[in-house]
């Protein structure tokens, strides 16, 4: 229950990003191709941080650092821009335009996400 919690969460998240930072978007025919969509991405967004986030924090651990964990925006953007060719692989109508598209982005999908994972009680967070 908890994974689909989050699910949607990011894909709200991903929705708002959609409408917030100027090249980052989905085109889909129709609100409901959109909707899943941005499911679909979401979707793949949490499986691209799953796995490469916790060997690139290893890997790059000095840059880090060096630069008081600013390369951790870095490194977002370029997950991001990660997930935006992972979805033009399976054809989604989703697209980044570009590292500042990506890089503005991440923050956006990251503190979206935050403010509503305030709002959901801890207990259904849990699961």
Known sequence: MAFLIRLVVTAIALWITTLVVPGITVSGRSAGINAL???A???????????????IRVVGCVFYLVTLGLFALVVN????L???????????PFKV?????????????AVVAWLISLV??????RD
């Open 41 to 55: 991405v979401a979707l793949i967004f949490g499986i691209v941080n799953a796995v490469l986030k916790p060997v």
């Open 77 to 80: 953007a370029l997950l991001f």
């Open 97 to 109: 335009d570009g590292f500042w598209a990506a890089f503005w982005g991440a923050i956006v999908v």
């Open 37 to 39: 969509t941005l499911l």
């Open 82 to 92: 990660l997930t935006d060719w992972i979805a033009s692989l399976f054809d989604l």
């Open 120 to 125: 959901i009680p801890d207990s259904v967070d």
